[in-house]
């Protein structure tokens, strides 16, 4: 009795410790947008595929030229190197981006603390 008492409570805790270790990550795949006013076709977007990595931003939809790479998660910060620069981001949760570094980029005319939004919805 006393055997099956502990390969219970053994059996329990191990439950307990796999459920403590999830691995989600805290930003969803899809489009983020930078939120302020824009031109229709010209708000400027951030792309994350979560299945390979990969990081694509642009500067609207009309816009043919994206900087193209992946991207990788520490903690609550995203960085992204592509082409042409590295982008640093703070994950402020999983649907908002916050721009910290745009690496210097002279393509991007973005200002730091820029805020991207997720959106199913394309602009």
């Given at each position: 009795?006393?055997?099956?008492?502990?390969?219970?409570?053994?059996?329990?805790?191990?439950?307990?410790?796999?459920?403590?270790?999830?691995?989600?990550?805290?930003?969803?795949?899809?489009?983020?947008?930078?939120?302020?006013?824009?031109?229709?076709?010209?708000?400027?977007?951030?792309?994350?595929?979560?299945?390979?990595?990969t990081f694509?931003?642009?500067a609207g939809?009309?816009?043919?030229?994206?900087?193209?790479?992946?991207?990788?998660?520490?903690?609550?910060?995203?960085?992204?190197?592509?082409?042409?620069?590295?982008f640093v981001?703070?994950?402020?949760?999983?649907?908002?981006?916050?721009?910290?570094?745009?690496?210097?980029?002279?393509?991007?005319?973005?200002?730091?603390?820029?805020?991207?939004?997720?959106?199913?919805?394309?602009?």
């Open positions: 009795m006393k055997r099956i008492l502990c390969c219970l409570i053994c059996l329990v805790m191990l439950f307990l410790f796999v459920g403590c270790n999830s691995n989600t990550t805290p930003v969803l795949s899809g489009i983020y947008y930078v939120k302020g006013d824009f031109e229709e076709g010209l708000t400027p977007y951030v792309s994350l595929s979560l299945d390979d990595n694509s931003m642009g939809s009309l816009v043919s030229f994206a900087a193209n790479g992946s991207f990788t998660i520490e903690e609550d910060t995203l960085v992204a190197t592509t082409q042409i620069a590295t981001f703070n994950i402020t949760d999983s649907n908002t981006l916050v721009l910290v570094d745009n690496g210097d980029n002279e393509y991007f005319q973005l200002a730091e603390n820029s805020e991207f939004v997720y959106s199913n919805d394309l602009k």
